[in-house]
């Protein structure tokens, strides 16, 4: 497995840990030295605390030891919530350099606990998804350079780290697409965790799965074509030689042949032109100039 950031290797209990007073010094003032520290001041009576302590553990864990967290209970280490001035709890700190940088009092939303240990994270001059961002740049620039399947091991090792990555899973399946590998591709496809499902990378790479299935039927272009210019009127001639053209890697050539077939029929095969520009506008990325100029003609073309 690759290893990312800081604290890839670093069990739950070394990025949380119950303080007292004898151990504050330690675990929080000389460990801020390295990595920011967020100290929790809580108590079991405290009705938040019970919200606010797992939420934020939870995202202090997925930070993978760009920071680490302090839990310091209140009624067995009053003089530590004196010095630090807790007159209400849940009470939050975060600690750099051993001096304070950020807090909050109360409970706060999901959103905000995220933000704040981002924020935290940050000012401690690391990265709050543990060095994931980089080795995702990483993997995309060895897919742009044609090591699609050094790209691969990359995504597959960061989609271990980060199952909800839709990211991760989108390069996995282009790697596997730039192999010819399209099998592989639904396979990865398939194994999409539902919560990310409808994510944009996905549902560009579930386009891009469909056009490599029809382009290993895709008939010659220069026979299509030929059959076209023979009879303009064959629309199904039309609508395969768009599919070869874009098999052929030109995707500009396919979207002028199926905005041809939509202006003469628009419902021919039961709308097939206008589904097949969806689904060529949906595996390029959005601000293509292919995309735009076809997304604008269609348009004219609707609502004409």
């Not at 030295?33 to 997925?62: H, S, Y």
């Not at 940088?101 to 409970?107: E, P, Y």
């Not at 390029?284 to 609502?303: E, Q, T, Y």
Request: overall charge negative; proline content about 5%; hydrophobic content about 45%.
């Amino acid at each position: 497995m690759l290893e990312f950031g800081q604290g890839d290797a670093a069990p739950t209990a070394d990025l949380i840990k119950d303080v007292s007073e004898a151990t504050f010094m330690q675990d929080v003032v000389e460990a801020s030295q390295t990595a920011p520290v967020i100290v929790d001041f809580w108590a079991p009576w405290c009705g938040p605390c019970k919200t606010l302590g797992p939420a934020l553990e939870a995202a202090v864990t997925k930070a993978k030891g760009a920071v680490t967290m302090a839990k310091v209970n209140v009624d067995e280490n009053q003089a530590i919530a004196g010095q630090m001035r807790v007159q209400s709890i849940p009470t939050v700190y975060a600690f750099y350099k051993g001096q304070p940088i950020d807090g909050f009092q109360g409970a706060v939303p999901p959103s905000e606990i995220d933000a704040f240990v981002a924020r935290v994270v940050e000012q401690g001059g690391g990265t709050a998804d543990g060095g994931l961002s980089d080795a995702l740049e990483a993997a995309e620039e060895m897919l742009s350079q044609g090591e699609a399947a050094d790209a691969a091991q990359t995504f597959a090792a960061i989609i271990e780290e980060d199952p909800q990555s839709a990211a991760a899973f989108s390069g996995l399946v282009r790697s596997y697409l730039a192999l010819d590998d399209v099998d592989q591709a639904e396979a990865v496809l398939n194994g999409v965790p539902a919560e990310i499902s409808e994510a944009a990378e996905i549902e560009a790479v579930r386009a891009q799965i469909e056009l490599a299935r029809q382009a290993e039927s895709a008939g010659p272009v220069a026979e299509l074509r030929a059959a076209v210019e023979t009879d303009p009127s064959n629309h199904q001639a039309r609508f395969d030689l768009a599919q070869a053209l874009h098999a052929a890697d030109d995707a500009e050539g396919a979207v002028n042949e199926l905005l041809e077939l939509f202006r003469r029929d628009r419902e021919w095969n039961d709308g097939a032109a206008k589904a097949q520009l969806f689904t060529i506008f949906e595996a390029l990325p959005a601000n293509d100039a292919v995309v735009l100029n076809g997304r604008r003609k269609l348009s004219s073309m609707i609502f004409a």
